[in-house]
């Protein structure tokens, strides 16, 4: 049987199918993010065919303040841990959707129906996430012919179906041990088919960012041309005339990882070893550069220079940290990337934020990449740059819970003015106010 962890999965193209969350956070019904085409619409270089279903490179989610399109990342993100660590990743346990009572005892609903390749897979699985209790997991493959089961759980009637040629090699009492274990997903296991090996793998590849973390959080991002990198942001007014670099030992770079990352970090190492490509890594407000030469590994820490001053990445502006962050992902040379980003716009100025997304479409004319990103940018609203398919909204219905639209259920004809007409309240996107006011204080 593999050691999943030791396998080294290399894929021409993977891609986001469709995303699937319910009862966490202001999410209360199952509510989809689809990547899914329409056909005939335009720019048809960035849309890509597995199996013939066409799927987007490009999204962008909309909507008004605590309208919870951030939601939508944070519950792929909960999810991501929960692959990661089962349970264990359960950190807060009120953050399923607290506006019914009942939902507090009801399971949170994810799935993930994702591209490898070729091949279409639908995985996920419903947790109690209060009483920290996994009730269901499963992985289905996707054709258009049929939805072929490969394996299907449900711990609180200890029942377990899988595929006979999935599991042609008995796993006896690991497998016993699995079908009603209530804190550990499938997936996570290191005695099992090799199928869960690269669906697992599919997740390494996926990179969620907040406004206050670093594009890559904790973690080892392959950027093979760091010179294309530095000649472009120097292009973008930051006073930054080159990215400089500067030697460091692996013990101060060991130093600044959290404990809770560093298995992660021992990994990255010996992934990076194997590779002859230089990675990017992200520790806190540090950034190092890593890479393999002569058969051992050599850390820099990544700093820039200002004319004849040099600064470090810690010392640079909000804004310049998140151009750089943004910057690197047009320059990863990973063979498939799918990149969540949320409030691109934060400590940006609209035309580096229109700016960044006319070059990441540029690039993925010709590049199996993928990137959806929250923004509150109206400059995007533009029919001449983004595909109606590429335009989401996320909006609160009269119960408090968010709903996900995609634009063209608003069945609209092509608007010139759709930025106005978002900025106006149609499609949602703006908070409403109501009678705000600041009282006036007594007179004594």
Known sequence: MPILELVEFSWRHIMLVRFTVGNFLSFDTNQ????????????????????????????????????GKSNVIK????????IKQGTAAIKN?????????????????????????????????????????????????????????????NTQKQTFVYDTL??????????????????????QSNALPAILGEVQSWFNHLTLAN????????????????????????HFSTGISQIAFRGVDEKEVSSHVPPAYRGQYEADKERALKRQVPYRLQIGSRLFLMQQKSGALQFSEVGFA?????????EESDGTRRLLDLLSV???????????????????HPKLTLQFVKNYLELAKTQNVQLVVTTH????????????????????????????????????????????????????????FGGFYLPEEDEE
């Not at 005939?40 to 909507?63: M, N």
């Not at 519950?75 to 929960?82: D, T």
């Not at 090699?169 to 274990?181: S, Y």
Request: overall charge negative; hydrophobic content about 45%.
């Open 32 to 67: 989809s993010l689809s990547l899914i085409a329409d056909a005939h619409l335009g720019f048809g270089e960035r849309v890509f065919t597995v199996d013939s279903v066409q799927l987007l490179k490009f999204g962008a989610i909309f909507g008004a303040n605590a309208a």
């Open 75 to 82: 519950a792929m993100a909960f999810a991501h841990s929960m």
């Open 93 to 153: 346990p009120e953050v399923y959707c607290r506006l019914k009572s009942e939902n507090r005892s009801k399971p949170s609903y994810f799935e993930f129906e994702i591209a490898l390749d070729d091949s279409l897979y639908a995985y996920g699985f419903e947790v109690i996430i209060a009483e920290s209790v996994i009730t269901e997991e499963w992985l289905v493959k996707l054709t258009k012919e049929k939805e072929q089961t490969l394996f299907a759980r």
């Open 166 to 187: 999935l599991f042609a090699v008995p796993v006896g009492p690991h497998l016993e041990a699995l079908k009603g274990a209530e804190n550990t997903l499938l997936i």
């Open 211 to 234: 406004p206050s973390s670093a594009l890559t959080g904790y973690g080892a991002f392959p950027i093979e041309d760091w010179g294309r990198l530095s000649k472009a942001i120097t």
């Open 306 to 314: 200002h004319k004849e001053a040099y600064f470090g990445y810690d």
């Open 330 to 348: 047009l320059v990863t040379s990973e063979p498939g990337s799918v990149v969540f980003i949320d409030e691109i716009d934060r400590s940006l």
């Open 377 to 432: 940018e109206s400059l995007l609203l533009n029919l001449q740059l983004l595909r109606r398919d590429e335009i989401f909204f996320v909006e609160k219905n009269q119960e408090g819970a968010s709903v996900i639209y995609p634009f063209d259920q608003f069945q609209e004809q092509f608007d010139a003015h759709l930025e106005q007409a978002y900025l106006n309240g149609r499609y949602g996107g703006v908070p409403f």
